[in-house]
Protein backbone atom coordinates (compact mmCIF):
# COMPACT_ATOMS: atom_id res chain seq x y z
CA UNK A 1 0.00 0.00 0.00
CA UNK A 2 1.08 3.42 -0.22
CA UNK A 3 1.73 5.52 2.66
CA UNK A 4 3.20 8.91 3.77
CA UNK A 5 6.14 7.68 5.92
CA UNK A 6 8.63 9.52 7.94
CA UNK A 7 12.03 8.84 8.05
CA UNK A 8 15.01 10.89 10.01
CA UNK A 9 12.40 13.45 10.53
CA UNK A 10 11.63 13.87 6.90
CA UNK A 11 8.08 12.64 5.18
CA UNK A 12 8.03 11.46 2.11
CA UNK A 13 5.42 8.46 0.12
CA UNK A 14 6.57 4.87 -0.27
CA UNK A 15 5.20 1.60 -1.06
CA UNK A 16 4.89 -0.47 2.36
CA UNK A 17 3.24 -3.73 3.91
CA UNK A 18 -0.27 -3.50 4.83
CA UNK A 19 -0.53 -3.17 8.59
CA UNK A 20 -1.33 -6.43 10.55
CA UNK A 21 -4.21 -6.01 12.62
CA UNK A 22 -4.29 -7.69 16.42
CA UNK A 23 -7.09 -9.78 18.38
CA UNK A 24 -9.17 -6.42 18.92
CA UNK A 25 -8.43 -4.48 15.51
CA UNK A 26 -9.83 -4.53 12.64
CA UNK A 27 -8.66 -3.38 9.13
CA UNK A 28 -9.47 -0.03 7.76
CA UNK A 29 -9.56 0.75 3.89
CA UNK A 30 -8.56 4.69 4.35
CA UNK A 31 -10.57 7.43 2.17
CA UNK A 32 -9.77 10.15 4.04
CA UNK A 33 -7.64 11.04 7.24
CA UNK A 34 -6.93 14.94 8.25
CA UNK A 35 -3.96 17.01 8.97
CA UNK A 36 -3.06 18.41 12.65
CA UNK A 37 -0.63 21.02 13.83
CA UNK A 38 0.29 17.98 16.19
CA UNK A 39 1.40 15.47 13.53
CA UNK A 40 3.48 18.16 11.49
CA UNK A 41 5.29 19.02 15.13
CA UNK A 42 5.75 15.40 15.38
CA UNK A 43 7.43 14.98 12.24
CA UNK A 44 10.06 17.23 12.78
CA UNK A 45 10.32 16.36 16.73
CA UNK A 46 10.46 12.71 16.64
CA UNK A 47 7.83 12.30 19.44
CA UNK A 48 7.89 9.29 21.81
CA UNK A 49 4.13 7.99 19.60
CA UNK A 50 5.88 7.12 16.50
CA UNK A 51 5.72 3.48 16.24
CA UNK A 52 4.18 2.31 13.63
CA UNK A 53 6.42 0.54 10.58
CA UNK A 54 9.56 0.70 12.62
CA UNK A 55 10.77 -2.13 10.98
CA UNK A 56 10.87 -0.55 7.44
CA UNK A 57 13.01 1.92 9.24
CA UNK A 58 10.01 4.82 9.73
CA UNK A 59 6.71 5.54 10.70
CA UNK A 60 3.00 6.65 9.27
CA UNK A 61 1.66 9.94 10.82
CA UNK A 62 -2.02 10.12 11.28
CA UNK A 63 -4.94 10.50 13.76
CA UNK A 64 -8.36 10.92 11.91
CA UNK A 65 -9.50 8.70 9.38
CA UNK A 66 -13.09 7.73 7.15
CA UNK A 67 -12.82 4.90 5.20
CA UNK A 68 -14.42 1.40 5.13
CA UNK A 69 -13.99 -1.68 7.44
CA UNK A 70 -11.86 -4.36 5.11
CA UNK A 71 -11.96 -7.03 7.85
CA UNK A 72 -13.37 -7.08 11.47
CA UNK A 73 -11.37 -7.50 14.36
CA UNK A 74 -10.51 -11.25 14.59
CA UNK A 75 -12.17 -11.03 18.47
CA UNK A 76 -15.73 -10.55 16.81
CA UNK A 77 -16.17 -7.20 18.10
CA UNK A 78 -16.78 -4.11 16.37
CA UNK A 79 -18.41 -3.08 13.13
CA UNK A 80 -18.77 -5.35 10.07
CA UNK A 81 -16.75 -5.69 7.01
CA UNK A 82 -18.06 -3.27 4.61
CA UNK A 83 -19.18 -0.89 7.18
CA UNK A 84 -18.52 3.08 6.24
CA UNK A 85 -16.90 4.26 9.65
CA UNK A 86 -15.00 7.38 11.11
CA UNK A 87 -12.50 7.78 13.93
CA UNK A 88 -9.20 8.00 15.28
CA UNK A 89 -5.88 6.30 16.02
CA UNK A 90 -2.52 6.76 17.68
CA UNK A 91 -0.82 7.17 14.27
CA UNK A 92 -0.94 5.37 10.88
CA UNK A 93 -4.03 6.94 9.15
CA UNK A 94 -1.42 9.06 6.74
CA UNK A 95 -1.60 5.37 4.57
CA UNK A 96 -3.94 3.32 2.16
CA UNK A 97 -5.07 1.05 4.91
CA UNK A 98 -4.77 1.19 8.91
CA UNK A 99 -5.07 -1.11 11.98
CA UNK A 100 -7.17 0.38 14.42
CA UNK A 101 -8.84 -0.96 17.97
CA UNK A 102 -12.25 -1.38 17.23
CA UNK A 103 -13.57 0.45 19.74
CA UNK A 104 -12.23 3.81 18.64
CA UNK A 105 -14.68 4.25 15.20
CA UNK A 106 -18.08 4.48 14.32
CA UNK A 107 -20.33 3.89 11.97
CA UNK A 108 -21.02 6.78 9.23
CA UNK A 109 -23.88 7.23 7.65
CA UNK A 110 -24.42 7.55 3.42
CA UNK A 111 -24.98 11.36 3.01
CA UNK A 112 -21.94 12.09 5.12
CA UNK A 113 -18.61 12.26 3.02
CA UNK A 114 -15.40 10.55 3.89
CA UNK A 115 -14.05 13.61 3.61
CA UNK A 116 -16.10 15.69 5.58
CA UNK A 117 -16.05 12.74 8.16
CA UNK A 118 -12.42 12.70 8.56
CA UNK A 119 -11.88 16.34 9.85
CA UNK A 120 -14.04 15.39 13.03
CA UNK A 121 -12.32 12.96 15.29
CA UNK A 122 -9.62 15.18 16.99
CA UNK A 123 -10.57 18.24 16.66
CA UNK A 124 -14.34 18.20 17.18
CA UNK A 125 -13.62 15.12 19.72
CA UNK A 126 -11.39 17.95 21.12
CA UNK A 127 -13.84 20.90 21.37
CA UNK A 128 -16.82 18.18 22.16
CA UNK A 129 -15.01 16.92 25.58
CA UNK A 130 -13.50 20.12 26.39
CA UNK A 131 -16.78 21.81 26.67
CA UNK A 132 -18.25 19.28 28.13
CA UNK A 133 -15.27 19.49 30.93
CA UNK A 134 -16.27 23.26 31.39
CA UNK A 135 -19.61 22.32 32.01
CA UNK A 136 -21.73 23.39 28.49
CA UNK A 137 -25.18 23.87 28.76
CA UNK A 138 -27.66 26.40 27.49
CA UNK A 139 -27.07 30.11 28.82
CA UNK A 140 -23.33 29.85 29.84
CA UNK A 141 -21.00 32.10 28.49
CA UNK A 142 -17.86 31.00 26.52
CA UNK A 143 -15.03 32.44 25.34
CA UNK A 144 -12.93 30.45 22.87
CA UNK A 145 -9.27 31.14 22.13
CA UNK A 146 -7.54 29.99 18.66
CA UNK A 147 -10.64 30.49 17.17
CA UNK A 148 -9.73 30.14 13.50
CA UNK A 149 -8.15 26.64 14.06
CA UNK A 150 -10.35 23.21 13.49
CA UNK A 151 -11.06 23.04 17.14
CA UNK A 152 -12.37 26.50 17.94
CA UNK A 153 -14.49 26.34 14.49
CA UNK A 154 -16.03 23.07 15.98
CA UNK A 155 -16.45 24.62 19.44
CA UNK A 156 -18.03 27.51 18.57
CA UNK A 157 -20.48 25.60 16.18
CA UNK A 158 -21.05 23.53 19.43
CA UNK A 159 -21.73 26.66 21.53
CA UNK A 160 -24.54 27.54 19.10
CA UNK A 161 -26.14 24.22 18.69
CA UNK A 162 -26.02 24.19 22.75
CA UNK A 163 -27.57 27.73 22.53
CA UNK A 164 -24.29 28.89 24.47
CA UNK A 165 -23.10 32.51 23.74
CA UNK A 166 -19.33 32.34 22.46
CA UNK A 167 -17.12 34.82 21.37
CA UNK A 168 -14.41 33.68 19.38
CA UNK A 169 -10.55 35.01 19.62
CA UNK A 170 -8.07 35.54 16.60
CA UNK A 171 -4.89 36.69 15.94
CA UNK A 172 -5.28 39.06 12.67
CA UNK A 173 -8.46 40.64 10.91
CA UNK A 174 -7.86 38.37 8.09
CA UNK A 175 -8.62 35.45 10.65
CA UNK A 176 -11.47 37.17 11.80
CA UNK A 177 -13.36 37.61 7.95
CA UNK A 178 -12.61 33.73 7.88
CA UNK A 179 -15.21 32.95 10.62
CA UNK A 180 -17.73 35.48 9.37
CA UNK A 181 -19.96 32.70 8.16
CA UNK A 182 -19.55 31.17 11.35
CA UNK A 183 -20.44 34.03 14.08
CA UNK A 184 -20.13 37.75 14.08
CA UNK A 185 -19.28 37.50 17.82
CA UNK A 186 -15.07 37.63 17.08
CA UNK A 187 -12.34 39.34 19.14
CA UNK A 188 -9.22 40.27 17.42
CA UNK A 189 -6.74 39.22 20.68
CA UNK A 190 -8.33 38.75 24.04
CA UNK A 191 -10.79 40.88 25.14
CA UNK A 192 -10.46 43.51 27.53
CA UNK A 193 -13.24 42.77 29.67
CA UNK A 194 -15.76 39.94 30.24
CA UNK A 195 -17.16 37.64 32.46
CA UNK A 196 -17.22 34.14 30.70
CA UNK A 197 -18.37 30.67 32.38
CA UNK A 198 -15.94 28.73 30.43
CA UNK A 199 -13.00 29.51 28.68
CA UNK A 200 -11.19 27.13 26.28
CA UNK A 201 -7.87 28.26 25.99
CA UNK A 202 -4.44 27.23 23.81
CA UNK A 203 -2.29 30.10 23.13
CA UNK A 204 -0.69 29.41 26.66
CA UNK A 205 2.19 31.97 28.29
CA UNK A 206 0.45 35.55 28.50
CA UNK A 207 -3.05 35.01 27.49
CA UNK A 208 -3.80 31.88 29.60
CA UNK A 209 -2.38 34.34 32.74
CA UNK A 210 -4.79 37.11 30.88
CA UNK A 211 -7.51 34.59 31.25
CA UNK A 212 -7.93 34.84 35.11
CA UNK A 213 -9.74 37.81 34.81
CA UNK A 214 -11.63 37.61 32.33
CA UNK A 215 -13.24 34.10 33.94
CA UNK A 216 -16.67 34.30 36.27
CA UNK A 217 -16.76 33.42 39.47
CA UNK A 218 -17.22 29.81 39.50
CA UNK A 219 -16.30 29.97 35.93
CA UNK A 220 -14.20 27.24 34.45
CA UNK A 221 -10.90 27.82 31.93
CA UNK A 222 -9.93 24.89 30.06
CA UNK A 223 -6.48 24.93 28.98
CA UNK A 224 -5.88 22.47 25.52
CA UNK A 225 -2.82 23.80 24.20
CA UNK A 226 0.22 26.00 24.20
CA UNK A 227 0.55 27.04 20.68
CA UNK A 228 3.08 29.90 22.10
CA UNK A 229 5.16 27.51 23.79
CA UNK A 230 5.60 30.01 26.35
CA UNK A 231 5.86 30.03 30.40
CA UNK A 232 3.02 30.97 32.07
CA UNK A 233 3.33 33.20 34.79
CA UNK A 234 0.45 34.51 36.76
CA UNK A 235 -0.37 36.72 40.96
CA UNK A 236 -2.27 34.27 42.56
CA UNK A 237 -4.76 37.34 43.93
CA UNK A 238 -6.13 36.66 40.38
CA UNK A 239 -7.15 34.21 41.31
CA UNK A 240 -8.34 34.81 44.85
CA UNK A 241 -10.73 37.50 43.62
CA UNK A 242 -12.83 34.71 41.51
CA UNK A 243 -14.08 32.35 43.92
CA UNK A 244 -13.80 28.74 43.10
CA UNK A 245 -12.30 29.46 40.15
CA UNK A 246 -11.77 26.15 38.41
CA UNK A 247 -8.73 25.71 36.02
CA UNK A 248 -8.37 22.08 33.51
CA UNK A 249 -5.48 20.66 31.86
CA UNK A 250 -6.98 18.60 29.15
CA UNK A 251 -5.70 16.07 26.95
CA UNK A 252 -7.90 14.61 24.41
CA UNK A 253 -6.31 10.66 25.05
CA UNK A 254 -6.30 11.01 28.69
CA UNK A 255 -10.00 12.24 28.91
CA UNK A 256 -11.03 9.58 26.17
CA UNK A 257 -9.30 7.02 28.85
CA UNK A 258 -11.53 7.97 31.55
CA UNK A 259 -15.20 7.44 28.88
CA UNK A 260 -16.91 4.37 28.68
CA UNK A 261 -16.13 4.24 24.98
CA UNK A 262 -13.03 5.16 23.24
CA UNK A 263 -15.52 7.10 20.94
CA UNK A 264 -17.72 9.05 22.96
CA UNK A 265 -19.02 12.37 21.50
CA UNK A 266 -18.13 11.08 17.87
CA UNK A 267 -21.17 9.81 17.42
CA UNK A 268 -22.95 13.02 18.52
CA UNK A 269 -20.38 14.79 15.97
CA UNK A 270 -21.35 12.90 13.25
CA UNK A 271 -25.05 13.56 14.10
CA UNK A 272 -24.44 17.02 13.77
CA UNK A 273 -22.84 16.68 10.76
CA UNK A 274 -25.62 14.77 9.38
CA UNK A 275 -28.09 16.83 10.23
CA UNK A 276 -26.47 20.22 8.72
CA UNK A 277 -25.80 21.47 12.10
CA UNK A 278 -21.75 21.11 11.81
CA UNK A 279 -19.91 22.19 8.84
CA UNK A 280 -16.53 20.80 8.71
CA UNK A 281 -15.17 23.99 7.15
CA UNK A 282 -12.18 22.73 4.86
CA UNK A 283 -9.66 24.91 3.62
CA UNK A 284 -6.98 22.36 1.67
CA UNK A 285 -7.43 19.25 0.24
CA UNK A 286 -4.81 17.02 -1.30
CA UNK A 287 -3.35 14.03 -2.16
CA UNK A 288 -0.21 12.09 -0.99
CA UNK A 289 1.55 13.79 -3.05
CA UNK A 290 0.85 17.75 -1.79
CA UNK A 291 0.68 16.51 1.90
CA UNK A 292 3.79 17.98 2.59
CA UNK A 293 2.80 21.79 1.30
CA UNK A 294 -0.26 21.06 3.23
CA UNK A 295 1.91 20.98 6.24
CA UNK A 296 3.82 23.11 5.48
CA UNK A 297 0.87 25.59 5.23
CA UNK A 298 -0.59 24.35 8.42
CA UNK A 299 3.07 25.27 10.04
CA UNK A 300 2.86 28.90 8.82
CA UNK A 301 -0.84 28.90 9.92
CA UNK A 302 -2.15 29.42 6.43
CA UNK A 303 -4.99 27.11 6.58
CA UNK A 304 -8.58 28.81 7.96
CA UNK A 305 -10.20 25.79 9.37
CA UNK A 306 -8.89 22.24 8.43
CA UNK A 307 -6.37 20.25 5.72
CA UNK A 308 -7.95 16.89 4.43
CA UNK A 309 -5.65 14.23 2.68
CA UNK A 310 -7.71 12.32 0.52
CA UNK A 311 -6.10 8.73 -0.24
CA UNK A 312 -9.20 6.71 -2.20
Known amino acids: MLAAVVQNNQLHVDEIADPLPD ?3 ALVRVAASSINAGEVRGIRSAPHWQLSHKEQGGWVPGWDFAGTVEKQAKSGKGLAVGTRVVGWTRQG ?5 TAVPWDQMVALPDQVSFKDAATLPIAGLTAWHALKLGGLKAGKKVLVTGAAGGVGRFA ?4 AAANAPAIGVVGSKERA ?4 HI ?16 ILECVGGDDLAATFKLVAMYGTIVSYG ?10 ADAAFRKPCLNLRSFSLHGELARCKSAAEGLGDLVALLAAGKLKTEIDITTDLKGVMAACDSL ?3 KVNGKAVLVLD
Open 156 to 159: LQLC
Open 183 to 198: TTNVSVGLPKEGEFDI
Open 177 to 180: QSLA
Open 226 to 235: NASNAATSFH
Open 23 to 25: LEE
Open 93 to 97: AWAQR
Open 299 to 301: TAR
